[in-house]
């Protein structure tokens, strides 16, 4: 089955860019969907399809996927941008849903 | 508004049966697929079943096929998940989401519940 690999932390000062990264073999031919979790709440979209946004989420968060890796790049990190980040992609060969391990973003 | 609450979480026995619903809002129901969602305490998500807009369709991970069963009822706006030979591993918050196709193929979950909790513990 298919597999995506996260770092497991990113540490960012405020102010700063937080790039998180997600790795898969042939990565760049699947689209790429990126979730923010915080701390007992549930998951929010916040990029979809490598690099769009939904409607409510800021410009801040952007994604790009090329290759092997695909990253979320979250510009002028806020102290309420601490939370685990997920990508996420479907794999067509198994009809299933694969998440990443997850990574922690830390806002110093 | 678009809304979906999950119910019917519990403490199982190892072995047991359980049978989660997930009631939706804020959108028409029967144009859109669904899938549960689970998270283990601590851990991160792992996709459980999905289930296409007219349930014709519905696929499983391998930790749940054959013990999973995922349904819906488009007249009562409503997703289940059945749950049979229930392990500690299945023990998790489940939440029920809303998923969205794109042209290419591709699928991704736009709205989520809050999850039901289920642990399964003798």
């Known amino acids: 089955s298919y597999v995506l690999t996260q770092p497991p932390s990113v540490s960012v000062a405020p102010g700063q860019t937080a790039r998180i990264t997600c790795g898969g073999n042939?990565?760049?031919?699947?689209?790429v969907h990126w979730y923010q979790q915080k701390p007992g709440q549930a998951p929010v979209l916040v990029v979809y399809?490598?690099?769009d946004r939904p409607s409510g989420i800021p410009e801040r968060f952007s994604g790009s996927n090329s290759l092997n890796t695909a990253t979320l790049t979250i510009s002028r990190v806020e102290a309420g941008d601490e939370a685990d980040y997920y990508c996420q992609v479907w794999d067509s060969p198994t009809d299933h849903y694969v998440f990443g391990p997850g990574t922690k973003v830390t806002v110093l | 508004e678009v809304q979906v609450v999950e119910s019917g979480g519990r403490v199982v026995r190892p072995g047991g049966s359980l049978r989660l619903s997930c009631g939706a809002s804020g959108f028409t129901y029967d144009d859109y697929g669904m899938s549960w969602v689970r998270q283990s305490p601590g851990k991160g998500l792992e996709w459980v079943a999905g289930i296409n807009w007219n349930g014709g369709t519905t696929n499983y991970a391998d930790s749940v096929k054959g013990r999973f069963s995922i349904s819906r009822d488009n007249a009562k706006n409503s997703l289940f998940l059945q749950m049979n030979s229930l392990r500690a591993e299945d023990t998790a918050l489940y939440y029920c989401?809303?998923?969205?196709?794109?042209?290419?193929?591709?699928?991704?979950?736009?709205?989520w519940g809050q999850g039901t909790l289920v642990t399964v513990s003798s």
């Open positions: 989401a809303r998923w969205v196709p794109l042209v290419r193929g591709q699928y991704y979950f736009d709205y």
């Open positions: 042939n990565l760049g031919s699947n689209s």
């Open positions: 399809d490598d690099s």
